[in-house]
């Protein structure tokens, strides 16, 4: 517990400072994750940035197409059932830089949301939610087709 | 200027669900234009959802989000005639703020 209380104060200083000297804006204080976790180029060490290992949960499904036609526009979502989901990541296993959008779900809000990503190749997509300070993914597969027919 | 963000908000049972379609380059800066060069990054890197002053959604986007970006999520609350109001602000420091009310 006092190992917690110390990062706590400490990350909040920290992140006081830094906004105090307009360094980092009042919203990316409030943010989710370190905005470097988008800069990560494997999966595993995208995950591990967004707070440690994802435990694979039914609860969490991710809504994404078996064969997308246009990599350029994947329409994929997310839904967690989990209670107190707080955060929602989008991962594109495949893509250089795997970690694609995250959501700050405050309470009230469904921890439902859905947008279209870019893909580069056939990959995994996968969905890391935090609730309770605790991840769980789910994974699913999208196969990509670089313009001619589906299948 | 950016065009203007598209926004449906539609309250049913007590939920409102909102899709908003932002108008965006979304460039990721790895991209090549015809003669080679690389296209610099443009990309929204966070949104903000409220409704009445309060949060009901904040994202962070990367240069994977597709161009003109989508987004449709859902919050408890919200009544017709409220309104909704969306925020983004990109890697360039640009930023749009659009509203809809909730039908």
């Known amino acids: 517990m006092n190992n917690t209380r110390r990062t706590v104060i400490k990350t909040t200083s920290a992140l006081g400072t830094l906004v105090a000297l307009g360094l980092v804006t009042q919203q990316q204080a409030m943010a989710a994750v370190d905005r470097a976790a988008f800069d990560v180029k494997s999966i595993a060490d995208a995950i591990k940035a967004i707070g440690g290992t994802a435990a694979n949960s039914d609860q969490v499904s991710v809504v994404s197409p078996d064969i997308a036609e246009n990599g350029a526009v994947v329409p994929v979502g997310a839904t967690s059932n989990i209670p107190n989901t707080t955060e929602i990541y989008l991962l594109v296993e495949k893509n250089p830089t795997p970690l694609a959008a995250g959501f700050i779900v405050p309470a009230g809000t469904e921890a439902s949301v859905q947008t279209r990503l870019k893909m580069g190749q056939s990959t995994n997509v996968v969905a890391v939610v935090k609730a309770d300070g605790k991840l769980f993914s789910a994974t699913k597969e999208t196969k990509v087709t670089l313009g001619g027919c589906g299948g | ?103």
Do not use: C
């Open chain 2, 1 to 103: 200027m950016a065009d203007p963000m598209r926004i449906r908000a539609n309250n049913k049972d007590g939920v409102t669900e909102v899709r908003v379609l932002m108008s965006h380059p979304m460039e990721s800066g790895v991209r090549k234009d015809a003669s080679g060069a690389l296209v610099p990054a443009k990309y929204i890197t966070d949104l903000d959802a409220t409704h009445n002053g309060k949060t009901v959604l904040k994202a962070m986007f990367s240069g994977a989000v597709s161009q003109n970006p989508f987004l449709s999520f859902k919050f408890k609350g919200g009544a017709k005639g409220e309104k909704v109001a969306v925020k983004w602000v990109d890697n360039k420091g640009e930023s749009r703020t659009d509203e809809a009310t909730i039908a």
